[in-house]
C-alpha cells in the first residue's frame, strides 16, 4: 500500500474527497490541478493551465477536464464528474472509483462491471504537455473507451460562458485534433498514442459550478465547450496515452516518455520525500529567470516570500545551483527596479518594510565564506543598505536611533498587510520588531563580509552603526516587566504589547540583539499561547480582536489572516529560536512539532503544506493549498533534525 493513498470508502464520499485536492507543476508555470475525484471546485482548477506570453503571461486554463467514457455491451459508463446547480451532480463517475494513490504521479482504479481501467496524470517538466495514461487492467472482451475533452481558454481569475466570439472548429493532427477558440492563445493539440475516431459533438456545457468559489464569495459558474470526442476499442492488457500539449507531439513516443517521466520522480514514500517534492513545485523557470512561486493556486512571485523560501526550496535540489539562480534572478529585478535609483518624485517605490532585508537572511543561508559572498552580492547589498539608511523611500527610513521606521497612511507595510476597505487590518504603523531585528542582521551581517573582503570605505561608514541599532532596540522593544518583545512603537513611542509571533524572528536570526535569557521568555511565551500542531497563531486568543476562524467572504477572509490565523512558516523560526536557547534538550519538542504535520498531508492540497490554518482547534486548513513558505520552513528543519540531530535508535 503507497503512503499515501485513498480507498473506494474516501473517494465516493464528496463531502471528503472534494476537500482534497491535488496539484502538479512543470516548473516553467504550467500546473495541473484539480480533486482526487477529478472534480474541479474551483475556477483555478484545471488538467493543463499555462502561462500565455501573448496575453501578459498571466496563466490560463485550456484543458478543464477530461471524461472518461467505457462502453461495455451497449452501455455508457462515465467515469467523470461535475457540479451542476442545486448539489446536482453529472456524471456521477466517482461512484466507479476503487482507490486513489499518488505514489509517484496520480493515479485512480476505475471497476465498471468486470472491466478494470487505471487512470494516472503527469506534466512532463519545463513543457507545456499534459500525458494521461489509460491501462485496461482486465476485461472479459474488448470495450469502446471515449474520451471528451472540456474546454475554458480563459485566465484563471475569470470564468467563461458561451460565445459566438468563440472559434469552435477543429484541425486534424497525428492521431488527434488542434483547437484554438480565441485568438492570442496557443493551439490546444489533443493526441493518442493510438489511432482514434475523432467524432465531432460541438456543444456548450452550460452551468458548471464551482463551490470552493461559492463559499469565497465569488461567481462560480461557468460554461466549458466540448468539441466532440475521441473513441476507440481496448482489451485487457492495452496501454493509450492522451496527450494535450501546445504543440504537435510525435504520438510513437507518448508512452516511452510517460515512463521516463514517472521514473524520474522523488516518490512520495514518505514525510521527508513529500516535502521534497512539494518544494520542487514552487520552482519556475521563464526567459532566464528562475522564480519561486509563493503558492498556488493564485499567486504569482514576490521578494519576500522568495527570500524566506529559498534556503528550505534549496534543500530539494541537488543536481544545480539553484540558490545562486534565484538569487542572481532576484538581484537583477532589484537592481532594475526598487533599488535601482529614484522614481519620477525622488523616491525609491519599497511597498514594504521588510522584504529586502530578507535578501541578507537568503544569502547568509547560501554557503558561500564572507569574502565570496561579497565579491557576488556586494553591490545589491550596499544598495539596500543605503536606501534603508538615507530613507529614499518616503515610506520606509532609518531615523536617528539607527532604527526603521515605516508608516504610510492607508497602507500596510510589514508582511500583516491584509487590508479591508482601505483600512488595514494590523497596521503596526511605526517601529516593527520583526522588520528592526532583520535590519540588525542585515547591517552585522553585510559588515562580516565587508570585512573579509577589505572594504574599508563601507566598514568605516557603517561600523558604528550595529551598536547604536542594539542599544535603540532593547530600550523601545524590550518590556522588563511583561518579559518580552514589544510587537511595535508608534511614532510617540508607545509600545503596543499584543503577544504575536513576529518577536520570535528576533530569536532565530544569525545576529540577534538579544540575550539567551531574553529569548528563552519570549520563546516561553510563545510556545505556551501562540504555538499549535499548525504552526504559530498570529494572535493570541487572550488579545482582543482575536478571530479563531478563517472562512466566509473575501472581507471575512482578510480580517482573520493576521488576527489569530495560524501561519506553518512561523514554525521555521520559532525552531531556530528554541534550539539555539535549548539546545539538544529542545530536540523532541522540535520533532513532535515537525512530525505533526505528517497527518496534513491528505488534507487540502494533498502531499504538500496548506498557507495557513484556523487559530481554533481543530485547527482547518485555508488560504492556499500549497504555499511555498511553509513547505521550505518545514523541509528546513526536519532536513536539520535528519541530519545534524539524528534520532538515537
Given at each position: 500500500m503507497g503512503y499515501i493513498k485513498f480507498d473506494k470508502a474516501h473517494v465516493v464520499n464528496l463531502e471528503y474527497s472534494l476537500s482534497r485536492e491535488i496539484l502538479r507543476t512543470n516548473?516553467?508555470?504550467?500546473?495541473?490541478?484539480?480533486?482526487?475525484?477529478?472534480?474541479?471546485?474551483?475556477?483555478?482548477?484545471?488538467?493543463?493551465?499555462?502561462?500565455?506570453?501573448?496575453?501578459?503571461?498571466?496563466?490560463?486554463?485550456?484543458?478543464?477536464?477530461?471524461?472518461?467514457?467505457?462502453?461495455?455491451?451497449?452501455?455508457?459508463?462515465?467515469?467523470?464528474?461535475?457540479?451542476?446547480?442545486?448539489?446536482?451532480?453529472?456524471?456521477?463517475?466517482?461512484?466507479?472509483?476503487?482507490?486513489?494513490?499518488?505514489?509517484?504521479?496520480?493515479?485512480?482504479?476505475?471497476?465498471?462491471?468486470?472491466?478494470?481501467?487505471?487512470?494516472?496524470?503527469?506534466?512532463?517538466?519545463?513543457?507545456?504537455?499534459?500525458?494521461?495514461?489509460?491501462?485496461?487492467?482486465?476485461?472479459?472482451?474488448?470495450?469502446?473507451?471515449?474520451?471528451?475533452?472540456?474546454?475554458?481558454?480563459?485566465?484563471?481569475?475569470?470564468?467563461?460562458?458561451?460565445?459566438?466570439?468563440?472559434?469552435?472548429?477543429?484541425?486534424?493532427?497525428?492521431?488527434?485534433?488542434?483547437?484554438?477558440?480565441?485568438?492570442?492563445?496557443?493551439?490546444?493539440?489533443?493526441?493518442?498514442?493510438?489511432?482514434?475516431?475523432?467524432?465531432?459533438?460541438?456543444?456548450?456545457?452550460?452551468?458548471?459550478?464551482?463551490?470552493?468559489?461559492?463559499?469565497?464569495?465569488?461567481?462560480?459558474?461557468?460554461?466549458l465547450f466540448v468539441p466532440g470526442f475521441f473513441e476507440l476499442t481496448v482489451k485487457k492488457g492495452d496501454v493509450i496515452v492522451f496527450s494535450a500539449s501546445t504543440s504537435e507531439e510525435r504520438t510513437a513516443g507518448f508512452k516511452s516518455k510517460f515512463t521516463r517521466t514517472v521514473a524520474s520522480k522523488i516518490p512520495r514514500s514518505n514525510f521527508s520525500n513529500c516535502l521534497r517534492n512539494a518544494a520542487q513545485q514552487f520552482i519556475e523557470k521563464r526567459g532566464g529567470d528562475t522564480s519561486i512561486v509563493a503558492g498556488y493556486h493564485w499567486f504569482g512571485s514576490c521578494g519576500r516570500d522568495t527570500f524566506i523560501a529559498l534556503p528550505g526550496i534549496a534543500m530539494a535540489r541537488t543536481s544545480e545551483d539553484l540558490f545562486a539562480s534565484v538569487l542572481d534572478t532576484q538581484v537583477r529585478r532589484m537592481i532594475g527596479g526598487p533599488v535601482a535609483g529614484p522614481d519620477s518624485d525622488g523616491n525609491l517605490p519599497f511597498n514594504s518594510a521588510d522584504a529586502y532585508l530578507w535578501f541578507f537572511h537568503a544569502i547568509g543561508k547560501y554557503g558561500l565564506d564572507a569574502l565570496q559572498t561579497w565579491k557576488r552580492y556586494g553591490k545589491p547589498m550596499k544598495l539596500v543598505l543605503e536606501a534603508y539608511r538615507k530613507g529614499s523611500s518616503p515610506y520606509v527610513l532609518m531615523r536617528e536611533n539607527g532604527l526603521i521606521f515605516a508608516d504610510s497612511p492607508g497602507r500596510a507595510l510589514t508582511w500583516m498587510d491584509a487590508v479591508v476597505n482601505g483600512v488595514p487590518v494590523t497596521p503596526r504603523n511605526g517601529y516593527a520588531v520583526e522588520v528592526n531585528a532583520l535590519w540588525y542582521n542585515a547591517v552585522c551581517y553585510a559588515l562580516e563580509c565587508a570585512k573579509a573582503a577589505k572594504d574599508k570605505a563601507f566598514i568605516k561608514e557603517w561600523e558604528h552603526l550595529p551598536v547604536k541599532i542594539k542599544a535603540s532596540f532593547i530600550d523601545l522593544f524590550w518590556d522588563e516587566e511583561h518579559g518580552y518583545l514589544a510587537d511595535?512603537?508608534?511614532?510617540?513611542?508607545?509600545?503596543?504589547?499584543?503577544?504575536?509571533?513576529?518577536?520570535?524572528?528576533?530569536?532565530?536570526?544569525?545576529?540577534?540583539?538579544?540575550?539567551?535569557?531574553?529569548?528563552?521568555?519570549?520563546?516561553?511565551?510563545?510556545?505556551?499561547?501562540?504555538?499549535?500542531?499548525?504552526?504559530?497563531?498570529?494572535?493570541?486568543?487572550?488579545?482582543?480582536?482575536?478571530?479563531?476562524?478563517?472562512?466566509?467572504?473575501?472581507?471575512?477572509?482578510?480580517?482573520?489572516?493576521?488576527?489569530?490565523?495560524?501561519?506553518?512558516?512561523?514554525?521555521?523560526?520559532?525552531?531556530?529560536?528554541?534550539?539555539?536557547?535549548?539546545?539538544?534538550?529542545?530536540?523532541?519538542?522540535?520533532?513532535?512539532?515537525?512530525?505533526?504535520?505528517?497527518?496534513?498531508?491528505?488534507?487540502?492540497?494533498?502531499?504538500?503544506?496548506?498557507?495557513?490554518?484556523?487559530?481554533?482547534?481543530?485547527?482547518?486548513?485555508?488560504?492556499?493549498?500549497?504555499?511555498?513558505?511553509?513547505?521550505a520552513e518545514l523541509l528546513r528543519i526536519n532536513t536539520l533534525l535528519e541530519t545534524k540531530y539524528m534520532e538515537k535508535k
Open positions: 516548473r516553467s508555470g504550467s500546473y495541473s490541478s484539480t480533486t482526487i475525484v477529478g472534480c474541479n471546485t474551483r475556477k483555478y482548477h484545471g488538467w493543463l493551465v499555462c502561462p500565455v506570453d501573448a496575453l501578459g503571461g498571466e496563466r490560463h486554463v485550456l484543458l478543464s477536464g477530461l471524461d472518461s467514457t467505457i462502453v461495455s455491451n451497449g452501455q455508457s459508463f462515465n467515469t467523470g464528474i461535475r457540479k451542476y446547480h442545486g448539489d446536482s451532480y453529472s456524471p456521477k463517475g466517482h461512484k466507479y472509483v476503487e482507490d486513489f494513490d499518488i505514489q509517484d504521479i496520480p493515479g485512480m482504479t476505475y471497476r465498471v462491471g468486470n472491466v478494470y481501467m487505471r487512470q494516472e496524470r503527469l506534466l512532463v517538466h519545463y513543457e507545456e504537455q499534459l500525458l494521461i495514461r489509460y491501462t485496461i487492467l482486465d476485461s472479459d472482451e474488448p470495450v469502446k473507451l471515449q474520451l471528451r475533452p472540456f474546454l475554458s481558454f480563459r485566465n484563471v481569475h475569470q470564468l467563461t460562458h458561451a460565445n459566438l466570439n468563440a472559434n469552435t472548429r477543429v484541425e486534424k493532427v497525428a492521431n488527434g485534433i488542434k483547437i484554438r477558440m480565441y485568438e492570442g492563445f496557443p493551439w490546444l493539440h489533443m493526441q493518442l498514442s493510438s489511432k482514434a475516431e475523432f467524432v465531432p459533438v460541438p456543444d456548450w456545457y452550460q452551468g458548471v459550478e464551482y463551490v470552493e468559489e461559492q463559499k469565497r464569495g465569488y461567481d462560480y459558474s461557468e460554461d511595535y512603537v508608534n511614532d510617540n513611542e508607545t509600545r503596543n504589547m499584543q503577544v504575536r509571533p513576529n518577536m520570535v524572528i528576533a530569536t532565530s536570526l544569525t545576529h540577534t540583539m538579544l540575550d539567551k535569557e531574553q529569548m528563552k521568555k519570549i520563546l516561553d511565551l510563545v510556545n505556551r499561547v501562540l504555538v499549535t500542531p499548525r504552526g504559530l497563531r498570529s494572535l493570541s486568543p487572550a488579545e482582543e480582536g482575536y478571530l479563531g476562524q478563517y472562512h466566509g467572504t473575501q472581507e471575512s477572509r482578510d480580517s482573520a489572516y493576521h488576527q489569530g490565523t495560524v501561519w506553518p512558516w512561523l514554525t521555521g523560526p520559532f525552531c531556530d529560536g528554541w534550539l539555539r536557547v535549548y539546545g539538544e534538550g529542545g530536540v523532541s519538542r522540535v520533532r513532535k512539532l515537525i512530525s505533526g504535520f505528517e497527518e496534513t498531508l491528505t488534507e487540502a492540497g494533498i502531499s504538500t503544506i496548506s498557507e495557513i490554518f484556523d487559530g481554533d482547534p481543530p485547527h482547518a486548513p485555508g488560504g492556499a493549498i500549497s504555499q511555498a513558505v511553509s513547505v
